[in-house]
């Protein structure tokens, strides 16, 4: 795992195409936006364990 410190208002780039800004940092929250293709999907931890667990159409094995 790559660990990188950013301020409010830096960003991280992954591959060619994917931004992650620090928007905000408050206490122990930090607010991160991210911009990336929309054929890239992009979930916080615990909903795509929901949705594995689920067996959602487009996360079962062929």
Do not use: F
Not at 14 to 38: C, F, L
């Amino acid at each position: 795992m790559l660990v990188l410190s950013r301020q409010s208002d830096e960003t991280i780039i992954i591959g060619d195409n994917i931004r992650v800004t620090i928007v905000e940092v408050r206490g122990d929250k930090v607010r991160i936006g991210i911009d990336a293709p929309r054929d890239v999907t992009v979930h916080r931890q615990e909903i795509y364990d929901a949705i594995r667990r689920e067996g959602a159409p487009s996360t079962k094995p062929v």
